[in-house]
């Protein structure tokens, strides 16, 4: 039997967003049917369905009832009440949130799990699906092992992991992307004030990145913060001195950054 054979009567995407986009085309281009899409308003669900060859509405009861596959990827504090409102009989059904426990399928499904794609999603960006790790989390060994499958037609990294641990992965990414970007963000801000093109920020940003992933992001640390140096950051500070909410962050992250390295150096 093969692969598609598991998903041959379809699958449908509950969700229309940044998550739903990506992975209903990967799904698509991987060569499985995409039943329906569903999303709260006729335009978005229309918008993908083109995409991937696939009926669309925006009500809930009228989502085909014999799918193979159900995927939730919408905002994680919808899916609880969206669960509540989907009355299937036949099918697999997951979610695709990073910080949601698998238990909030228990007692109303018996086939479900989590299919969490880690990375970061925007419409208007294209991504190569095949770096972008999967964790996979399912009731029951029979419906693990379809998942498994599923991702491995998509991407070169696949992981189990539980909900707890999902839940710290989704708290680290946190900090390794949406703060990280929130500070590159900051510096826009900070050089716009000055009339500085943000640009020549780029090669630096790049080789940040690369060493915490070359090495361990630690031994990767510079900067005044790492080596204690009070008087550049006080420098620093007062000419932050107009910008509360950034000197605020600055005070912040040095004493992080000096206090975590200097417990890594005593280890």
Known sequence: MSLKSD???GIVVLGAGNV????SIALSKAGFFIKCIYSKTTESAKELALKVDSLYTNELSQIPDKADLYIIAVKDEIIEEMIKHLDLKYGMIVHTAG???IDIFENQ???YGVFYPLQTFSKS??????NIP???EASNKQLESKLLNLANCLTNSVSLINSEKRKMLHLSAVFACNFANHMYSAATEILDQSGVSFDLLKPLIIETVQKAIDSNPIKAQTGPAVRNDKNVIQKHLEMLKDNPEFEKIYRFVSESIFILNQKKGKK
């Open 134 to 136: 999967i964790c996979i």
């Open 99 to 101: 910080s949601i426990s």
């Open 109 to 111: 499904f018996k086939n």
């Open 125 to 130: 960006r294209k991504i190569n699906f095949s």
């Open 20 to 23: 739903a986009t990506h992975l």
């Open 7 to 9: 998903f041959e009567n």
